[in-house]
């Protein structure tokens, strides 16, 4: 944009020094005519009358003066033509990253000291295969408990190894509905079935509200 500015003004100033040229070109002109019908008529057969032209421009002058503006004026409009053309309009790489999640309806509670299945809560994930190896898998719910009195736990329970996740179980003593987050999980490779388990720390009921499964990838 800076550089556009400083072509478009030396174009301005160019243009007017070749207009107050062409002006004064044209003034010369006039004078001349001017001394040419005040001068007396009088005069002898054959004289001639002595006229030094050599400080005013002739009609060549101007007609030149003429085509430098014109050229000076083309030549700008392709010199604008091309920094508008030219200009490179640089974006920022977006860098966040693609998240999908895989939703995992609940309304269940339980009393029990032992964890307990979720019904209804399995699903399958090949996060290798379906996401890529540079995914990062997590896993959030909504729970409580009763009164407020002990906590609920909840984790992603590894049903194609028998296994609990590392690092999946969350917890809350919250007696109002909260959002919890896990962290990183580190899943096994392959097509594997993943399963919801709760448990009460204290007998009170625990409440697993609903969850979903985070990728990022």
Do not use: C
């Not at 083309?74 to 010199?79: D, G, I, L, P, R």
């Not at 032992?114 to 699903?123: A, E, T």
């Not at 919801?196 to 609903?210: A, H, L, N, R, T």
């Amino acid at each position: 944009m800076f550089a556009f500015v400083l072509v478009f003004v030396g174009f301005a100033v160019s243009v007017i020094m070749l207009f107050w040229q062409l002006q004064e070109v044209k003034q010369q002109l006039q004078a001349i005519s001017s001394r040419a019908q005040n001068k007396p008529q009088v005069m002898e057969a054959n004289e001639e009358i002595p006229l030094d032209l050599s400080a005013y421009a002739t009609l060549s002058d101007i007609t030149l003066l003429e085509e430098r503006l014109a050229k000076q004026i083309v030549e700008n409009n392709q010199t604008e033509s091309s920094l508008v053309t030219t200009q490179t309009v640089v974006q920022e790489e977006d860098n966040t990253p693609q998240v999908t999640y895989i939703q995992i309806p609940g309304e269940f509670s339980t009393t029990s000291l032992n964890w307990v299945d979720v019904s209804g809560s399995d699903v399958y994930i090949d996060k290798y295969n379906d996401y890529g190896d540079s995914a990062t898998i997590s896993w959030e719910a909504f729970i409580h408990t009763e009164h407020g009195n002990g906590e609920t736990h909840v984790r992603l329970y590894d049903v194609t190894h028998n296994i609990g996740v590392d690092r999946s179980e969350i917890s809350s003593n919250s007696s109002v509905t909260k959002l919890v987050l896990s962290q990183s999980l580190p899943l096994w490779k392959g097509n594997n079935l993943y399963r919801i388990q709760v448990k009460s720390q204290s007998g009170f009921s625990s409440y697993f509200d609903s969850g979903r499964i985070k990728v990022s990838q």
